[in-house]
């Protein structure tokens, strides 16, 4: 079993940046691909990045794809999400996710995060 745990949400002003932690507990993460996804009120979970095993490939959802910049620490057992250049419609809960293939498909992940709230304010 990987616990997973999310920190670094807050509020920011649009145009601004911020940084995501995930930490992993109980089981290493490392076997694992791992990824983010969001979830805005009233909406579905969708895809944000994800990030293979090795941590050489990554991935992107089109919508943030030049502002997000996945990555990984295996010696911390944590992932990290860098957000810049923030819109208001990114404001969402996002959450950490860990499985066996770096894929946009959610049901792919067997381990989640509670989720941290980012609101980016215009």
């Known amino acids: 079993q990987v616990q997973l745990v999310e920190s670094g949400g807050g509020l920011v002003q649009a145009g601004g940046s911020l940084g995501l932690s995930c930490a992993g507990s109980?089981?290493?993460?490392?076997?694992?691909?791992m990824a983010w996804f969001r979830q805005a009120p009233g909406k579905e979970r969708e895809f944000v990045a994800a990030?293979?095993?090795?941590?050489?490939?990554?991935y992107y959802a089109d919508s943030v794809k030049g502002r997000f910049t996945v990555s990984r620490d295996h010696a911390r057992n944590t992932l990290h999400l860098q957000m810049s250049s923030l819109k208001p419609e990114d404001t969402a809960v996002y959450y950490c996710?860990?499985?066996?293939?770096?894929?946009?498909?959610?049901?792919?992940?067997?381990?989640w995060g509670q989720g941290t709230l980012v609101t980016v304010s215009s």
């Open positions: 990030i293979s095993r090795s941590g050489g490939n990554t």
């Open positions: 109980g089981r290493s993460a490392s076997p694992y691909a």
């Open positions: 996710a860990a499985g066996s293939i770096p894929t946009s498909d959610r049901l792919r992940y067997n381990f």
